[in-house]
């Protein structure tokens, strides 16, 4: 019997310093290349695809595009927060869905949320989408809040607040069915009585603050 198998043969190509986003500061890295071989009794014969470059952080050991390495610190801070303003959406929309079927005034709520929340406004189609995933999806808003906020400030958890504030209250208000969902929201972020105040305070406001 011929012993026939695979293996990945890496190499490191170059070496040098890059913003990495797991360790959030400048680390040393290692450009590698993979390649998949052949092997005839454990030894690598022939390659049976291309090779594949990656870069890896010499500090976590995380895997990355190469493409990384064109990125500025700037460049992560900006895809960062468009991360959050997507995130935070998408927590609105949760919160809508949590009440049961879309009225036409939570969909006006959540149009404006996008509006304001989105690095760009979201239209109706794009919303019906978004909306149908999350139904299958089946993640309750205080789940996914829960997942999401570990990379939040907490002026963002608060921002976040209120535009779920504004969502879950375009339909009926603040009900108690209402309250207890904020409450939960609240308890999934961590925040302090205080922080939950003012986050409702600033959301109750948001027609006459201005956009930030
Ligand atoms: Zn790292």
Not at 130 to 154: D, E, G
Request: aromatic share 6%; charged share 25%.
């Amino acid at each position: 019997m011929i012993l026939i198998g695979t293996m990945n043969i890496t190499r490191t190509r170059g070496q040098g310093d890059f913003h990495c986003p797991t360790c959030g500061s400048l680390r040393e890295y290692s450009l590698k290349s993979r390649r998949p071989f052949l092997t005839l009794y454990f030894i690598p014969t022939v390659p049976i695809g291309a090779s594949e470059l990656f870069v890896r952080c010499d500090g976590c050991k995380s895997n990355w595009d190469p493409a990384i390495l064109n990125m500025s610190a700037r460049d992560h801070q900006v895809a960062k927060d468009t991360q959050f303003r997507v995130e935070a959406f998408r927590a609105s929309v949760l919160v809508v869905l949590h009440g049961g079927a879309i009225n036409d005034r939570e969909i006006e709520a959540l149009l404006e949320i996008g509006h304001r929340i989105l690095p760009e406004p979201i239209d109706r189609d794009d919303l019906g989408q978004l909306c149908s995933s999350a139904v299958q999806n089946r993640v309750s808003a205080a789940n996914y809040v829960r997942s999401v906020c570990r990379a939040w400030s907490i002026e963002q958890k608060q921002r976040a607040l209120g535009a779920m504030f504004v969502a879950a209250t375009a339909d009926a208000g603040l009900d108690a069915k209402t309250l207890v969902l904020l409450a939960s929201l609240r308890d999934a972020m961590n925040l302090t009585d205080e922080e939950y105040e003012s986050a409702i305070e600033a959301a109750i406001q948001w027609d006459d603050a201005a956009e930030t």
